[in-house]
T-cell receptor, first 117, second 112 residues
Framework: NAGVTQTPKFQVLKTGQSMTLQCAQD?????MYWYRQDPGMGLRLIYY???????DKGEVPNGYNVSRLNKREFSLRLESAAPSQTSVYFC????????????????FGPGTRLTVL | QKEVEQNSGPLSVPEGAIASLNCTYS??????FFWYRQYSGKSPELIMF????GDKEDGRFTAQLNKASQYVSLLIRDSQPSDSATYLC????????????FGKGTTLSVSS
């Protein structure tokens, strides 16, 4: 049971390049999330998917797109990277089962460290 | 704009002392409250969740929730150097209970 996995672990892009960050979970969770973390800014929600087939914007969605490929996988795409998108990106998942206690707990992947030059 | 506020710290306590971490939130409709710990360079990991007013204890950790004051806290008893980390408070922001807003975190330093 690997939990939440993310690829790649590190990436350097030039301004204007595109890339997709991959996330997968093997816990049969219903909901998945993408965050970015910048020094002094805490975790900020980019997009989330409450269930397979749905996606919603979070606090900072501009410049990003997401795809919930299936129940296991949730990808984040940067179409035209900008230096302001230099950050650590975390994917997370949660079970969320009918309001049962604790099922909205989010479990995080190891992160992707992205630098845009 | 829904917000979660934490003192950034650093909060410094000696080994064996009680560390008190505080968090306030803006949305009165929030129902789920979480404390995560994050070591430098690592991903956040759950310490506790709390849904009801009052105290919830788990080992050396106690979460306290006061919905009327929109305040949640975390007490760490018998603090250890291994507790040195950033502590993140998180609150749910949607009715489905899925999406969370995180505070910026409080950095705790426990000296031996």
């Amino acid at each position: 049971n690997a939990g939440v996995t993310q690829t790649p672990k590190f990436q350097v892009l030039k301004t204007g390049q595109s890339m997709t960050l991959q996330c997968a979970q093997d816990m049969n969770h219903n909901s998945m999330y993408w965050y970015r973390q910048d020094p002094g800014m805490g975790l900020r929600l980019i997009y989330y998917s409450a269930s397979e087939g749905t996606t919603d914007k979070g606090e900072v969605p501009n410049g990003y797109n997401v795809s919930r490929l299936n129940k296991r996988e949730f990808s984040l795409r940067l179409e035209s990277a900008a230096p302001s998108q230099t950050s650590v990106y975390f994917c997370a998942s949660s079970l969320v089962s009918g309001g049962a206690a604790g099922t909205d707990t989010q479990y995080f992947g190891p992160g992707t460290r992205l630098t845009v030059l | 704009q829904k917000e979660v506020e934490q003192n950034s710290g650093p909060l410094s306590v000696p080994e064996g002392a009680i560390a008190s971490l505080n968090c306030t939130y803006s949305d009165r409709g929030s129902q789920s409250f979480f404390w995560y710990r994050q070591y430098s360079g690592k991903s956040p990991e759950l310490i506790m969740f709390i849904y009801s007013n009052g105290d919830k204890e788990d080992g050396r950790f106690t979460a306290q929730l006061n919905k009327a004051s929109q305040y949640v806290s975390l007490l760490i008893r018998d603090s250890q150097p291994s507790d040195s980390a950033t502590y993140l408070c998180a609150v749910n922001i949607d009715q489905a209970g899925t999406a969370l807003i995180f505070g910026k975190g409080t950095t705790l330093s426990v000296s031996s």
